[in-house]
């Protein structure tokens, strides 16, 4: 079913607006939550979460993309979960694509002299919009949705080898860009 | 920085890079392996024709000498998209040049040929309406060549809040009326839509130094703008008249002060946009200006 007609069943505030959600996006939101928390029950959960926050929020958004929007409430729900299992759990895709980014992101800058959050998404964004868009796709399906190595490569077309090769690459080009922007030292 | 920020940070990034994450899928390897060998081949041609290099890579000599580019700033080439489409209609062909701009500014140049019997002057204009893309926008004719029959158009579209760059833009040119009594000529619609894929060349500084009553947390500066990024200014203010930039010369380039351009931040964090009317290198300032504060910049 196309976006718009879900949308208007959430306005309707129909229950058939889930169900309709789940059928064309619930896979992928699964599997997004999956990877963060690597465990069944509170990826479940936790993308139930993201329905009920979906109709809260329809009306009064009309969310366009629908998907960005809602793979954006099941990500931080299931971060903040993931936060909350955190000193259980220490094996998911998600923590191994933080470890991965951490040599490449420490500073030694005290809070105070670091750029507002709305800033670094800038800085972010601007990183992004260096790289072209094979690489940002694979950079993001890492380490936004926490794709697999395997994950990725079926899906832009490459070896595993490949893939885990312009990771390093692209989290070099990165920590070049802070430094050069003053965000990292 | 934490990884924890930084991830949050990601989390927060604008829907079209999500969207393109979740819709991209490659072509299987086979035909991937025809296709690099064709971008080779073709890589190849371009190789053995530098005339079509150049052709292709080449700055518009209008938007160059708007813009006040000198002839060896090719370190500014990455901030231009080559849009080069073209629509004819009743007699009138509208053609997309290029796009040179920043992440909160862009500068687009068209040019409108018409045939004879439609008059031609800088009155007579093809008034655009924007698509897809929020912000002020001003329009201008900056040009008419009477022999060749073609005007000149300059749209230029700021916003401090939203972000330009990389974002598909459409472009709609409604209907065509001139000549002294304004007579319609034509109720055609010229549409276009590319993608603003050039490279910002902006630079950070992260300042926080309290000025009067308010935070400059830091200043972003690109060739063609500035942004300060101010913290408690009050809500029914949110401007800064007094702010400019000092070069390493001694010398103050222009600043076109259009403050907040956009939707008012729900945070605490005002956006104060200028524009520069000609571009400037932001390797050669020395220092902003703000509130008659002189701030130098590493």
């Known amino acids: 079913m196309e976006d718009a007609k879900i949308i208007r069943l959430f306005f309707e505030r129909s229950q058939q607006a889930i169900a309709e959600t789940d059928k064309k996006y619930g896979p992928g939101c699964h599997r997004l939550s999956l990877n963060i928390l690597h465990n069944r029950q509170d990826a479940e959960e936790c993308v139930n979460d993201s329905y009920l926050g979906l109709w809260n929020a329809i009306p009064p958004h009309t969310p366009d993309p629908l998907a960005a929007f809602l793979y954006k409430i099941v990500r931080n729900l299931s971060i903040k979960r993931y936060e ?43 990183f992004l919009d260096t790289l072209d868009p094979e690489n940002r796709v694979i950079f993001l399906r890492r380490y936004w949705f926490a794709d697999s190595y395997g994950v990725i490569a079926g899906r832009v077309g490459l070896t595993e080898k490949n893939v885990s090769v312009r990771l390093t690459r692209i989290r070099r080009q990165l920590k070049a860009f802070l430094t050069e922007r003053g965000i990292l030292n | 920085m934490k990884t924890a920020q930084f991830s949050e940070a990601l989390g927060r990034i604008g829907d079209d890079y999500l969207m393109e994450a979740i819709t991209y899928r490659q072509n299987p390897a086979p035909r991937r392996r025809l296709t690099r060998a064709l971008l080779i081949l073709a890589a190849l041609l371009l190789l053995t024709c530098a005339a079509c290099a150049v052709g292709y890579f080449g700055w518009n000599e209008d938007l160059r000498h708007y813009l006040g580019i000198s002839d060896n700033a090719d370190e500014l080439s990455e901030a231009v998209v080559m849009i080069g489409q073209s629509q004819t209609a009743d007699g009138i062909t509208v053609t997309m040049e290029q796009a040179f701009g920043d992440t909160h500014t862009v500068y687009i140049l068209a040019t409108v040929h018409f045939s004879e019997g439609i008059p031609l002057d800088c009155r007579t204009n093809i008034r655009p309406v924007l698509k897809n893309v929020d912000g002020g926008y001003t329009f201008a004719c900056i040009d008419v060549d009477e022999e060749a029959r073609t005007q000149t158009l300059m749209i230029n579209i700021r916003s401090s809040n939203k972000k330009l760059i990389g974002r598909k833009m459409g472009l709609e040119f409604l209907g ?54 101010i913290e408690g200014l009050p809500r029914e203010l949110r401007r800064i008249d007094d702010f400019g930039l000092i070069m390493k010369d001694g010398s103050s380039p222009d600043i076109v002060k259009y403050q907040l351009i956009g939707d008012v931040p729900a945070g605490d964090v005002t956006p104060i946009y200028g524009m520069f009317p000609q571009i400037i290198d932001p390797g050669e300032i020395r220092s902003i200006t703000v509130d008659g504060i002189e701030i130098p910049l590493p």
């Open chain 1, 84 to 126: 909350k299992n955190c000193a259980r759990k220490r094996n998911s895709l998600y923590e191994q694509a933080l470890e991965e980014l951490e040599p490449y992101l420490v500073s030694d800058s005290s809070p105070e002299d670091e750029i507002a959050a709305k800033e670094l998404v800038r800085t972010v964004e601007a």
């Open chain 2, 176 to 229: 065509f009326r001139g000549g002294r009594d304004y007579i319609s000529y034509s109720s055609n619609t010229w549409s276009f839509s590319f993608r603003l894929n050039y490279r910002d060349l902006s630079k950070a500084v992260p300042l926080d130094i309290t000025l009067k009553d308010y935070l400059v947390r830091s200043v972003w500066i690109s060739p063609a703008s500035i942004i300060l990024y």
